[in-house]
């Protein structure tokens, strides 16, 4: 059975940052695409960055330059570096690895940007 745990989220100030990760277990992932999407309240689930097995990146514009997203495929793991954080990036953050035909999503984990 395939998880996805998530972990690193938490309060953090204006300016601030932050690394998330994404362990998967259950599967071999290597030819997977992994990504971060959150979801603030009210509001709809969005991608936030995206990481190809041959390393291709892709990140919504308003995050460009402040956040980065990396994967150790010995570990099965995906992180998203997240700096100069602003009070509009507060959301859940949720992991997700996917191919053509199967996806999978972790748990979440909150990311709260206040002073």
């Known amino acids: 059975q395939v998880q996805l745990v998530e972990s690193g989220g938490g309060l953090v100030q204006p300016g601030g940052s932050l690394r998330l990760s994404c362990a998967a277990s259950?599967?071999?992932?290597?030819?997977?695409?992994m990504g971060w999407y959150r979801q603030a309240p009210g509001k709809q689930r969005d991608m936030v960055a995206t990481i190809s097995s041959l390393r291709n990146t892709n990140y919504v514009d308003s995050v460009k330059g402040r956040f980065t997203i990396s994967r150790d495929d010995a570990k099965n793991t995906v992180y998203l570096q997240m700096n100069s954080l602003k009070p509009e990036d507060t959301a859940v953050y949720y992991c997700?690895?996917?191919?053509?035909?199967?996806?999978?999503w972790g748990q979440g984990t909150q990311v709260t940007v206040s002073s």
């Open positions: 997700r690895v996917f191919q053509i035909g199967r996806g999978y």
């Open positions: 259950g599967g071999i992932f290597n030819s997977f695409v």
